[in-house]
T-cell receptor
Framework: DTAVSQTPKYLVTQMGNDKSIKCEQN?????MYWYKQDSKKFLKIMFS???????INETVPNRFSPKSPDKAHLNLHINSLELGDSAVYFC???????????FGNGTRLTVT | DQQVKQNSPSLSVQEGRISILNCDYT??????FLWYKKYPAEGPTFLIS?????DKNEDGRFTVFLNKSAKHLSLHIVPSQPGDSAVYFC???????????FGKGTHLIIQP
């Protein structure tokens, strides 16, 4: 069974569209994260949720909004997509804050 | 501002020999360090970690060394195996802060 699963794996869309990426973890972890890996291969944190509360939000445009319906899910909604949003987005979870992260397999977003 | 640096984009090692991957950090508040391994089209997988109160942690073929005065850590893999070919990310966290700061990764290639 996949511990952290995210869908879709690939997402190709046009500028200006709105899209969502879903993430689910079955590890019973308390904290979930979204990371972005850009063209320079850096993995940068975007958001984390702990018990349904946003606990960090790095300098991410407000076009990006995380939604957590429950502890096992953290979805990422992106409005008005821009070319620069093209990247691989990874969902992750951890038992507690700062314990090792378990990552999903990523969603490659391409904005044309 | 790269707080975690992996200065070698790639490293080629013969099968059976020792692989040494290096990582430097600048933030003196970091107190927990991790190594992740990533195969293409998959998410990073946690490999090994070390707390700042230790200078060495060993797990099978993998050993992480921490030199706090030099703000340097390294991952030793011995003996190297073909399945070790992957991108290795160094990551760090600070007490009280959320999320991990990642390096850019080193692509390890194990040659037969």
């Amino acid at each position: 069974d996949t511990a952290v699963s995210q869908t879709p794996k690939y997402l190709v869309t046009q500028m200006g569209n709105d899209k969502s990426i879903k993430c689910e973890q079955n590890l019973g972890h308390d904290t979930m994260y979204w990371y972005k890996q850009d063209s320079k291969k850096f993995l940068k944190i975007m958001f984390s949720y702990n018990n349904k509360e946003l606990i960090i939000n790095e300098t991410v445009p407000n076009r990006f909004s995380p939604k957590s319906p429950d502890k096992a899910h953290l979805n990422l909604h992106i409005n008005s997509l821009e070319l620069g949003d093209s990247a691989v987005y990874f969902c992750a979870s951890s038992l507690v804050v700062n314990s090792p992260l378990h990552f999903g397999n990523g969603t490659r977003l391409t904005v044309t | 501002d790269q707080q975690v640096k992996q200065n070698s984009p790639s490293l080629s090692v013969q099968e059976g020999r020792i692989s040494i991957l290096n990582c430097d950090y600048t933030n003196s508040m970091f107190d927990y360090f991790l190594w992740y391994k990533k195969y293409p089209a998959e998410g990073p997988t946690f490999l090994i970690s070390i707390s700042s109160i230790k200078d060495k942690n060993e797990d099978g073929r993998f050993t992480v060394f921490l030199n706090k005065s030099a703000k340097h850590l390294s991952l030793h893999i011995v003996p190297s195996q073909p399945g070790d070919s992957a991108v290795y990310f160094c990551a760090a966290s600070a007490r009280g802060a959320d999320g991990l700061t990642f390096g850019k990764g080193t692509h390890l290639i194990i040659q037969p």
